[in-house]
């Protein structure tokens, strides 16, 4: 029954070339810098770029993330399913109606961020990246789906954005591959995305936790939660950081990796 149900299928029959081949040409096409018309010449320039392992997000310039088509440029990663997860577990665990302070720590294109103004109508929502040229393209997206965020451009790491905001909600996907990891990376990851996001620029791949638990540890007024995006040979390592003063779990994504950390204030 189930070989019958697949052979009927429009793609049986079709290599794994082809069909992959057919999906790259519908992102292509319907994207809007190409949907209305691609050239000849356009079409050799992204066969080649393609050839060259560039990812099909930066070629088209925009990405998915959740229900929105964001803008992306190779200043900003690309946003991942897996924090589309992690969005999806806040919204699971703070109420629609929640009207405090919420900080994405790290907003490259500014994806959390504008998800959770999205889902949080009534909560400020601030965030903060290192890179000046990812926050243009943060900002370009807020506008796009007519949401207002609070954007600073700063160095998180010699920063006290927690305290001066009195932040309530801390979320964060930060730089946190290990140098040692870049042997196991595609090269389209490695080649393509800025580095800056990737890696931690003191080659730490603890330093962002071990600062927003330092931060959320110091502060009079403590973050009631912290979301976090977590390099999973880190996860307990991670979670250690903030065990003092918060309840932690540590949750696997789809691919069950130990890839999301919820602190809720004790
Ligand atoms: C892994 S990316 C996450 C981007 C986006 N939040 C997402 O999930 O798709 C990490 C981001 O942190 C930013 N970043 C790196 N070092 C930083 C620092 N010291 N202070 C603030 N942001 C920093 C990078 O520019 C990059 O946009």
């Known amino acids: 029954m189930e070989f019958l149900e697949f052979k009927n299928h429009p793609n049986w029959g079709i290599s794994h070339e082809e069909n992959e081949l057919k999906a790259i040409w519908r992102e292509i096409t319907k994207s809007k810098k190409f949907r209305n018309s691609v050239s000849e010449e356009q079409i050799r320039k992204i066969i080649t770029e393609l050839n060259f392992h560039k990812p099909i997000q930066y070629i088209t310039e925009e990405a998915v993330f959740g229900p929105f088509i964001l803008n992306v440029t190779p200043s900003v990663l690309i946003p991942r399913p897996e924090t589309e997860e992690l969005c999806f577990i806040i919204h699971q665990r703070i109420n629609g109606d929640f009207n405090g302070n919420f900080i994405d720590i790290g907003t490259g294109s500014g994806a959390i961020a504008i998800y959770l103004k999205w889902k949080f109508p009534t909560a400020t929502v601030n965030a903060i990246d290192i890179s000046p040229s990812a926050l243009q393209v943060a900002k370009r997206n807020a506008v796009q789906q007519q949401l207002f965020i609070s954007f600073f451009q700063e160095d998180y ?11 309530d909600i801390v979320v964060s996907n930060p730089p946190y591959i290990a140098e040692f990891e870049k042997a196991n990376m595609d090269a389209n990851v490695l080649e393509y995305e800025p580095q800056s996001a990737l890696f931690p620029e003191n080659k730490n791949p603890l330093t962002f936790y071990q600062k927003i638990a330092t931060d959320a540890l110091k502060t009079k007024t403590p973050p009631r939660f912290i979301f976090l995006e977590l390099n999973p040979l880190l996860a307990e390592e ?20 130990k890839r999301f950390l919820v602190a809720e204030l004790l």
């Open 157 to 167: 790491l010699h920063s006290n954005i927690i305290e001066e905001i009195q932040a």
């Open 238 to 257: 991670t979670a250690s950081l903030f065990e003092s003063k918060y309840k932690v779990e540590i949750i696997p994504d789809l691919q069950m990796k």
